[in-house]
């Protein structure tokens, strides 16, 4: 089974500076998907950016940028020019390419690290 | 509907008591999941639909619970004699596909907070 691990509950940071979010994973499969979810209050998750693990180049999304290390099994979230709407708990997920069950079909989520945008 | 819907957002229930959680997916959407976030922690899969039948429930806890989705497009998850470690976040996701295009991507619902007194 696949494993997510954040190691970073909290993080802070002032608006408009950089800050980068960690996440680490286990798995022996070669190809799958990773992604990066926000959750505000309203509880309801949305989708940051998502890697394909069989591509090279890291994905960016306008202020979002990943660090993917398929080797080191390492999938970094960056937010530049942090906004006070970026507040919110992030959460590092993986998906299998393939179907193997057990809860594979799905997303495997870290326990998420809480970010706060000091004004 | 345009996002997933999931009703109640908020139920109080007493030990011991059943419950029922709804939602509605996306319009189109074949593949339909139901996760569960406690306090704390990130979302854990419970079980899995493409179309009407459960394709994964091997994140189901126990017995108690159970989710159908009759009609290929409304689910419900079922929740027998509550107790208050069923208490957390239960969250809904739709997909277009399911396990054969594992870059779809899933949206969420916002969740229904169920509280075990």
């Known amino acids: 089974a696949q494993t997510v691990t954040q190691s970073q509950p909290e993080m802070s940071v002032q608006e408009a500076e950089t800050v980068t979010l960690s996440c680490t994973y286990d798995t022996s499969e070669s190809d799958y998907y990773l992604f990066w979810y926000k959750q505000p209050p309203s509880r309801q998750m949305i989708l940051v950016i998502r890697?394909?693990?069989?591509?090279?180049q890291n994905a960016t999304e306008n202020r979002f940028s990943v660090n993917f290390q398929k080797a080191a099994k390492s999938f970094s979230l960056k937010i530049s020019d942090s906004q006070l709407g970026d507040a919110a708990m992030y959460f590092c997920a993986y998906r299998s390419a393939w179907s193997s069950g057990g809860g594979a079909d799905g997303l495997t989520f870290g326990k998420g690290t809480h970010l706060i945008i000091q004004p | 509907g345009a996002g997933v819907s999931q009703t109640p957002s908020n139920k109080v229930t007493e030990k011991g008591k059943y419950v029922e959680l709804r939602c509605d997916p996306i319009?189109?959407?074949?593949?339909l999941y139901w996760y569960r976030q406690s306090l704390g922690q990130g979302p854990e899969f419970l079980i899995y639909f493409q179309g009407t039948g459960a394709a994964d429930d091997s994140g189901l806890p126990n017995d108690r619970f159970f989710a159908v989705r009759p009609e290929g497009s409304v689910s419900t998850l079922k929740i027998q004699r509550t107790e208050r470690g069923d208490s957390a976040v239960y969250l809904c996701?739709?997909?277009?596909?399911?396990?054969?295009?594992?870059?779809?991507?899933?949206?969420f619902g916002a969740g229904s907070r169920l509280t075990v007194l």
């Open positions: 319009s189109g959407h074949t593949a």
């Open positions: 890697q394909e693990a069989y591509k090279q």
């Open positions: 996701a739709s997909s277009l596909k399911g396990t054969t295009s594992g870059a779809n991507v899933l949206t």
